[in-house]
């Protein structure tokens, strides 16, 4: 049998669920829910030794009795059973030529590291290699794909929102937590997701190389803990980035977060200063912390690359923007912009008198003195200035600005310009959940906001960085 | 005159509001709801020169009419009639011998840079000192003080939460956004609030010796622009760490930052090498980034101090759980603690088969087969070992526990043991506001939440080093 292709992970006929539970509430049970609830078509088939309905499906004791084309087979049954299922897909893909996507969630292989626990999984894999069957995992949450209605997962979140963001990553819930991180504010728009646990067959450069090709993924976020083969991943990973970005959150920086990592996917951390280098080399951004890692991922997505790195700092906020400029140069990408003499006049037109408007050169501060008008009619000022390149924009809005006034007086100077003029535009608000609904309603648009004004400017800096190896590469 | 007292600010029989304005939602005029709103006493006086009453409230025309005793005069009038309310302060103290503390929340003096301003500041200072008036500003927020009901704010929330941290700030806009962000998951409980502006008289220096006497603070957090004199506030700072924690966050780290430091309070951000080492030879904790900063004060005053470095990292999460331990690892203050094999035993027949105890040593992955009763468990034998000093718990809550029965499992765990066998704990929950309510539960119950393991880890490091501190001084 020729090898099946990764585009049956994300485009099959039909999902088998090997395992599926008739215990509401179970992950097992869950698994299965999510897959309904997320199917276009309906076509989930539980696999169960005794049910003859879970959650409303038709059960099949085994695999081989499903009479529909299953293409993607979720194994979620215990490990003992592995080398049955393993059989079950062989024989399938023998006698039907399905089944050529097998997502194994399952624990208790080589991330064990007992010899018996090892054997299993390189038993397991024979069988499956034999029959040109791919496999993702296994100890992962398989794949989920937003476009496609696909969700192999028990964690993922029946999130809606489709977008540009994909996501790979050797951890599965930090997959699953990136997208519950951002549910209720709506701050990412997702497209595919692939959690690859043990990589004892498909593995994380086959993936990145798949998403870029993939016309949907605007972004890639990549959650890795090591690989056997890093410079096959690195050269893979320059070609991608010529084309859209790839965050990369690594582990194993020290001692102590290798031991955690190995015995999580068994895998080897490896030398952190040479992948160090070698992402840099390669053009991916090294997250350099959870924070940083999510939000990078999510505003490539979002917002336009910056034209050069001349920021405007936009503020009501003195002392948080200290701070923000403190991140923002150490980052070392960005520095703020040089304003013409018409800029300021025409800014000191529009805010208070109190205003500062260039002391020093990029930088503005409204003083508490602001009302919608002046929010919309700067920001405009702003997008429509050729000098700059980007903006920061902080605030801890007032009392007695409406959190839907606010949000729409922003929104408004944004799009007072066409789409070819966009820039950049980040917005920390730094009054936490008290502002809440101004954050969604400009998460709804479009808009990336953040709690901290240093953590929107250390994106800034990644977004600055890419679009200068871009330029140059 | 002899120069009246810090307390007077804190403790005042009456306070009056010069500038107090008629408009509802205006800055003037929310200073006076939120000063009547936190009164005790009532004893709130709004001067206007028009206004027959405000809020309810009597309106004088001039300072010098208030019958009552005025302790505190709050001055949010425009800069140009600075001259005329120090005047009357001078009268006021000559003839009555109050108004003693006077917070000038007013803008428009030296850190403008003009010539002009600045004379009129030091015109304006002159009188008050020659009256012994203690000024705190101008150009900030003033005081609040939560546990006697003073606030002269206009933007400070009306928090209710009250609790052993104070801040002291050269940014208004620092310490009201630290409660707004703590406000909604009631994160911080509050004594003092102290923004300091342009320091024309009372200063950094002044205020946190007086905090460090002050009982009911517990945990002292300090923004920092720059101070004319910082070898004084390292000698006070010294003292003043040997008796309870203080957490800095410094601006000016770089050039860029030091220049928007002089726009905001015309402060000379100084050398940061050498605040940096100061800071550390004072046993004060620099805050690496804003979130550090907000979560490090408040968790002191939650928690008890670790009486060692040994740490049990519990997770039901591998991969984030590795970037914690790597965050851990490189801050250099905390290591895993060692498991005896009795303790690994014990743990083992709470946990489901699959679990990690202990690979690698001080580590524990529950995996995602968990219920109330086993967060319990696991968290008791935890809090009983005395092998461990400390705990991070890691997880992204499975679907099927409930926000509540999550959090009152973990709770009761906690408070399983006495209050003299409890050690810090520190808890993030990676899925943001879809496990607010969990989260809101375990503040009000006193236990520190966080969203990113990383940010967890890095603050339980500031923990770890203060604790050593302590331990050696």
């Not at 002046?374 to 429509?384: R, Y």
């Not at 902080?394 to 066409?418: M, Q, R």
């Not at 808009?447 to 590469?473: G, L, Q």
Request: overall charge neutral; hydrophobic content about 40%; aromatic content about 6%.
């Amino acid at each position: 049998m020729p090898d099946a292709s990764i585009n049956d992970f994300f485009t099959p006929r039909g999902v088998a669920i090997i395992g599926a539970s008739t215990k509401k509430g179970s992950p097992n049970n869950q698994t299965l829910r999510y897959a309904i609830e997320m199917s276009k078509t309906g076509k989930v088939f539980p696999v169960h030794p005794k049910a003859e309905e879970i959650e409303g499906k038709k059960a099949y004791t085994s695999l081989l009795e499903i009479p529909d084309p299953v293409d993607l087979v979720v194994m979620a049954v215990g490990s003992k059973s592995a080398l049955q299922v393993a059989q079950d897909v062989k024989t399938r893909r023998e006698s039907k030529g399905d089944a050529g996507a097998v997502a194994i969630v399952t624990a208790g292989f080589k991330e064990m590291g007992t010899p018996e626990a090892i054997k299993l999984q390189d038993d397991m894999m024979e069988i499956m290699r034999s029959c040109g069957a791919r496999v993702i995992g296994p100890n992962c949450q398989g794949i989920a794909d937003f476009y496609n209605g696909v969700n192999t997962s028990f964690s993922l979140p029946p999130v809606t929102l489709k977008g540009g963001l994909s996501i790979v990553s050797q951890s599965g819930a930090f997959a699953t937590s990136y997208l519950r991180w951002a549910k209720e504010q709506k701050m990412v728009g997702m497209n595919k997701f692939i959690t690859l646990g043990n990589m004892a067959d498909v593995d994380v450069t086959e993936i990145l190389e798949y998403l870029g090709n993939d016309e949907k993924t605007k972004s890639i976020a990549m959650y890795l803990e090591g690989t056997p083969n890093a410079r096959k991943l690195m050269e893979v990973a320059a070609k991608v980035t010529k084309k859209k970005p790839v965050s990369v959150l690594k582990a194993g920086r020290t001692a102590m977060g290798s031991d955690v990592a190995h015995s999580h996917t068994a895998s080897i951390a490896g030398d952190d200063a040479i992948y160090d280098g070698a992402f840099k080399q390669a053009g991916m951004l090294r997250a350099q912390s959870i924070a940083d890692f999510y939000h990078t991922g999510r505003v490539f997505d979002r917002m336009p690359l910056p034209k050069g790195n001349r920021i405007c700092l936009l503020t009501v906020i003195g002392g948080p923007s200290t701070i923000c400029v403190d991140a923002l140069a150490a980052a070392g990408a960005g520095k703020l912009a040089t304003f013409s003499e018409s800029f300021k006049e025409k800014a000191r037109a529009i805010l208070a008198p109190a205003a500062n408007v260039g002391a020093p050169d990029g930088y503005i501060d409204m003083t508490a003195s602001v009302n919608p008008k002046m929010h919309t009619d700067i920001i405009k000022l702003i997008m429509e200035e050729d000098d700059i390149d980007a903006v920061l924009f902080l605030t801890s809005p007032p009392g007695f600005l409406e959190d839907e006034e606010l949000a729409n007086s922003i929104i408004d100077g944004y799009n007072s310009v066409p789409d070819s003029k966009k820039k950049p535009f980040l917005t920390a608000l730094m009054a936490g959940n008290s502002v809440a609904k101004c954050r969604l309603i400009m998460e709804e648009h479009g808009m990336p906001t953040f709690d901290m004004p240093d953590e929107a400017a250390r994106v800034m800096s990644n977004m600055i960085r890419y679009a200068e190896y871009r330029k140059n590469a």
